[in-house]
């Protein structure tokens, strides 16, 4: 069974700071995929970024980045920059060989003018 | 392409009612996915096809819910009898074989059972 940790509930960042999105993670599959996802206070689901459990290097797309620690189990995400606009919830989700995309609880970001 | 399309956006009705909820996914994509959002429990997968098959329909909470693939282009989520509890915002979502780019998902259904 996969399981995606996100403890927590929610941050506050201050405009053009950058911030870490904490992501921990558990399967017991050789290959998966992680995924962050971000859904604004209008409710649809927005795909940031994704990262192949034996890609060698961290992703990247534009301001976001995701700082895999496969032995720890850990994939952050982190934005550089923050804008006003990226006020919302934010989830880590991940899908193992099943391709059964599992999502952790969330968390609400804030990013203060 | 126009992304995956799910209707109604909102849906009111009174419990004991039948309620049906649509989804087109985007062409081309194998697997589509219904997820049920609620405060309390968060993203919850209901169940996944692939190539039109049901292949995990252990989310689906009981027998109230029933869910069609007729064939590639669209799927239902049907609730009967509803009832208040299942009040939530229902996604669905649908992919490539090959997961790295992404799960679409639609705007999702707000469902509101009085």
């Known amino acids: 069974a996969q399981k995606i940790t996100q403890t927590q509930p929610g941050m506050f960042v201050q405009e053009k700071e950058a911030v870490t999105l904490d992501c921990t993670y558990d399967?017991?599959?050789?290959?998966?995929?992680l995924f962050w996802y971000k859904q604004p206070s209008s409710g649809e689901m927005i795909f940031l970024i994704y990262?192949?459990?034996?890609?060698?290097q961290n992703a990247t797309e534009g301001r976001y980045s995701l700082n895999f620690q496969k032995a720890r189990k850990s994939a952050n995400l982190v934005i550089s920059a923050s804008q006003l606009g990226d006020s919302a919830m934010y989830f880590c989700?991940?899908?193992?060989?099943?391709?059964?995309?599992?999502f952790g609880k969330g968390m609400k970001l804030t990013v203060n003018p | 392409d126009a992304g995956v399309i799910q209707s109604p956006r909102h849906e009111v009705t009174e419990m004991g009612q039948e309620v049906t909820l649509r989804c087109k996914p985007i062409s081309g994509h194998d697997y589509l996915f219904w997820y049920r959002q609620t405060m309390m429990r968060g993203l919850e997968l209901l169940i996944y096809f692939n190539n039109n098959v049901p292949i995990d329909d252990s989310g689906m909470p009981e027998d109230r819910f029933s869910a069609k693939m007729p064939n590639a282009s669209f799927s239902t989520l049907k609730i009967q009898p509803s009832e208040p509890r299942d009040s939530a915002v229902y996604f669905c979502?649908?992919?490539?074989?090959?997961?790295?780019?992404?799960?679409?998902f639609g705007s999702g259904t707000r469902l509101t059972v009085v």
């Open positions: 979502a649908s992919s490539y074989r090959d997961s790295r780019y992404g799960y679409t």
């Open positions: 399967t017991s599959d050789q290959s998966y995929g």
């Open positions: 989700a991940m899908a193992g060989g099943s391709e059964k995309l599992v």
């Open positions: 990262q192949g459990s034996y890609d060698e």
